[in-house]
C-alpha cells in the first residue's frame, strides 16, 4: 500500500513540474549521452557507455519514484484547517525555552521542507513534537542534541 501524502497546491505543481522536466529533457539528455558513449567504440571496454546506462538506470527509478509519490498525493483544503491547535500547513510562532528565541515554522509535508522558508516536516523530531499543541502549551520535543521544551505563541494558517 502506497504511502498518501498531503500538499499545497504550489507544492503538487512542482512536483509535476519536475516530473515533467525530468520524462522530457532528462530523457532525452540521458539518450544522447548514451548515444555519444556509443559512438566511441566498442561497448564491452567503454566505462564512459557503461556510466550513461547507470545514470539512466537512477533516471528512470527517480522518475518511477515521483511518479508514485504524485499519484498518491492530495492537496490540503486549507479552509478546513483548524487553527485552535496545530495541524499540517500551521504557521506555529514558538519560544525555545532555554534560548528565550522565538521562531516562526510552517508545518508541511515531508517533500516541501526547507528550513531556509521556515518550512519544516511534520515528520521531523519538531514537527512531530508540535502537532495537535495549542497556544500556550508546551511542547517536549526529542532532537538527536536531547530534550528540547518550545512554548506554543500563536497559531495561524
Do not use: C, W
Not at 533516471?59 to 483544503?77: G, H, P
Amino acid at each position: 500500500m502506497a504511502k498518501v501524502s498531503y500538499y499545497t497546491k504550489e507544492g503538487l505543481k512542482k512536483l509535476k513540474d519536475e516530473l515533467q522536466h525530468l520524462k522530457t529533457k532528462g530523457r532525452a539528455d540521458m539518450a544522447h549521452q548514451i548515444a555519444e558513449a556509443r559512438d566511441k567504440g566498442d561497448l564491452s571496454e567503454n566505462a564512459e557507455y557503461d556510466a550513461a546506462k547507470d545514470a539512466q538506470g537512477l533516471l528512470e527509478l527517480k522518475i518511477a519514484k515521483l511518479e508514485d509519490t504524485v499519484a498518491n498525493a492530495r492537496i490540503i483544503d486549507e479552509s478546513n484547517i483548524d487553527t485552535s491547535k496545530v495541524s499540517i500547513l500551521s504557521t506555529v510562532k514558538i519560544k525555545h525555552q532555554k534560548l528565550k528565541k522565538v521562531l516562526t515554522y510552517t508545518l508541511v509535508s515531508e517533500e516541501e521542507a526547507n528550513l531556509k522558508e521556515g518550512k519544516i516536516s511534520v515528520q521531523s523530531p519538531v514537527g512531530k513534537g508540535l502537532l495537535g499543541k495549542k497556544v500556550g502549551e508546551v511542547a517536549e520535543v526529542h532532537t538527536p542534541a536531547g530534550k528540547t521544551d518550545f512554548e506554543i505563541l500563536e497559531i495561524t494558517r
